[in-house]
């Protein structure tokens, strides 16, 4: 699944059961994502564009509809209705046009507040899966999260000052990341700090975390695998539009541009 492919996981933080936002600087505002546009190449002659708009019940994302364009024609669509208990999301249900429901993830929290598992049930019909597939978290002493359940083994993460993922280690690659100090898209959502995992919940473009923004990646002591983040920011301090680029030694090329609003 795409969702693990991601290296980002966001802070540990507790959730004071408020539905608040908190800001860095109480004058400015708490924005929320209306809509991410973006379109990528992949070294084909195919033009993907993909478009995301939300929908939310004051800071609680309640819905997303993810529109996928091939050469300009509609080629499939998803709406994803996100259910929360106690200011925390506790499941989100992928729906296909026909409002037929075709991935559910279900989260569960410890008494901090922390996601310690994840399970993803495909094609789920009567409560009974075709596929399940478990995510498990630990916290340790030292500040960082040991991940298990997913394809690369045993995976461990490091943490900054402001929670976000810095290093990536699993039992055959190791991956850093660079922060900028700007304001994530993705700050100001009810829940979302709680869930330790990547913003693939909530977009599948290249946009990452839930705390600052990310500049660059490499993978790997050989620096195999890099990648890169260019934005321009709002007045208020979030990224507005991006330019997301990765390459590897093997010849991989990938770009993006991200175009993202919100709502005043």
Known sequence: ????????????????????????????????????????SENTDEEINELETFTYDGNKITEKIYSYYSNGNLTF???????????????VDQYDLDNNIRFQT???YDSQGRAVSIEECYQPNNSVCDDITTFNYSYNDDGSITGTGSSDGTVTYQLDDNGNIISRTSDDEFREVIYDNQKNPFKNITGASNIFTSSSFFTRSRLKGFNNNPL???????????????????DAGYPRNVVYNESSLGGYQYSSTIVIEYFE
């Open 216 to 234: 660059s990646f490499v993978d790997s002591a050989d620096s195999e695998n890099q990648g890169t983040w260019t934005y321009d920011y709002n």
């Open 77 to 91: 669509l998803y709406r994803y209705e996100y259910i929360y208990a106690n200011n925390k999301i506790s499941r």
């Open 1 to 40: 699944l795409y969702l693990f492919l991601t290296v980002l996981i966001v802070a540990c933080s507790d959730d004071d059961g408020n539905d608040v936002n908190n800001n860095d600087d109480n004058n400015e505002p708490n924005l929320l994502v209306s809509s991410i546009n973006y379109t990528f």
């Open 106 to 108: 279900n989260f569960t």
